[in-house]
T-cell receptor, first 110, second 114 residues
Framework: GQQVQQSPASLVLQEGENAELQCNFSTSLNSMQWFYQRPGGSLVSLFYNPSGTKQSGRLTSTTVIKERRSSLHISSSQTTDSGTYLCAMDASSGSWQLIFGSGTQLTVMP | GPKVLQIPSHQIIDMGQMVTLNCDPVSNHLYFYWYKQILGQQMEFLVNFYNGKVMEKSKLFKDQFSVERPDGSYFTLKIQPTALEDSAVYFC????????????FGHGTKLSVL
């Protein structure tokens, strides 16, 4: 089965609404990252977050390693937030053999 | 922020031909990676590379694949010969240290094998 489960698969919001994206891991993990994949395909690293809570602007990531889950909160969404959000885990210490989830497709309507 | 450059952005070749995908990683990074994403599917790890050697590779990294980074030049992925199932977007990534920092990705090279 899938080692990295993301939910929801897709999400449509009105501009200004908040979004909560979830990532669950079926195995223990060493660390994880959140990425944003633009409609054209390029990938941007949002957070390297092995544990705890990190914030950058309107984005907040919280990882609870013991519970094998991570969330990404987007506050006051904007149309430019539209795209695919990917989480990825690194299961082995000292490796960047990331295992990616299938992503959450976010659409923010004006 | 740090940028990983990939050249070309799109490559179209005939099945059986050789192709080389080029990556210019972040200048002070030491670890280099290739990932593959077939249209509509998940990103998947191919290989990581450090100090002139392949450190780890997945089952997707077939015998027809090879990587190298001659001193001071591009980190390359060569496929020889190509097959139809090699059509995908190939992403290069780099990091300063392994497993301890963010991974920075390029914009990808879309490879179309006809």
């Amino acid at each position: 089965g899938q080692q990295v489960q993301q939910s929801p698969a897709s999400l449509v919001l009105q501009e200004g609404e908040n979004a909560e994206l979830q990532c669950n891991f079926s195995t223990s993990l060493n660390s994880m990252q959140w990425f944003y994949q633009r409609p054209g395909g390029s990938l941007v690293s949002l957070f390297y977050n092995p544990s705890g809570t990190k914030q950058s602007g309107r984005l907040t990531s919280t990882t609870v390693i013991k519970e094998r889950r991570s969330s990404l909160h987007i506050s006051s969404s904007q149309t430019t937030d539209s795209g695919t959000y990917l989480c990825a885990m690194d299961a082995s210490s000292g490796s960047w053999q990331l295992i990616f989830g299938s992503g959450t497709q976010l659409t923010v309507m004006p | 922020g740090p940028k990983v450059l990939q050249i070309p952005s799109h490559q179209i070749i005939d099945m059986g031909q050789m192709v080389t995908l080029n990556c210019d990683p972040v200048s002070n990074h030491l670890y280099f990676y290739w990932y593959k994403q077939i249209l509509g599917q998940q990103m998947e790890f191919l290989v990581n590379f450090y100090n002139g050697k392949v450190m780890e590779k997945s089952k997707l990294f077939k015998d027809q694949f090879s990587v190298e980074r001659p001193d001071g030049s591009y980190f390359t992925l060569k496929i020889q010969p190509t097959a139809l199932e090699d059509s995908a977007v190939y992403f290069c990534a780099s990091s300063l240290v392994q497993g301890d920092e963010r991974l920075f990705f390029g914009h990808g090279t879309k490879l179309s094998v006809l």
